[in-house]
């Protein structure tokens, strides 16, 4: 049940935030609306993901080390969508997760 609500509100605020970048993006481009949406990043929280149990090692074996990343990537995005040098961004959603996702 809990992932039916956190997979709801993951979908409302990318819909959301497609919704303000249509909207408010015609301001002659001086608004914009993105997500950061972040993969795994090295807290006390996650600090044990990489001993698996045998289900897990079963389940996520085969895609390799898993190498979490940083507070300061997560950062450096948010500085990057605050710059000018994304100004023709708008309405997406960044994923910074060191291509997890993407195995």
């Known amino acids: 049940m809990f992932v039916f609500f956190r997979k709801t ?6 819909v959301l935030t497609k919704n303000i970048a249509a909207f408010y993006g015609r301001e002659n481009g001086k ?5 950061i949406a972040p993969g795994s ?5 996650t600090a044990n993901l ?3 149990d045998p289900l ?6 085969d895609l390799g080390p898993f190498n979490g990343g940083e507070a300061d990537d997560i950062a450096n995005t948010a500085l990057f ?3 000018d040098e994304s ?3 708008n309405g997406d959603v960044i994923t910074v ?3 997890w996702t993407s195995r």
């Open 50 to 52: 990489g001993t698996l």
């Open 87 to 89: 100004k023709f961004i």
């Open 31 to 35: 608004i914009h609306a993105n997500v």
């Open 97 to 99: 997760d060191g291509a």
């Open 81 to 83: 969508l605050a710059s």
């Open 9 to 14: 509100l993951i979908h409302a605020v990318i």
């Open 41 to 45: 990043i090295a807290t006390g929280m």
């Open 56 to 61: 897990g090692t079963l389940t996520f074996g």
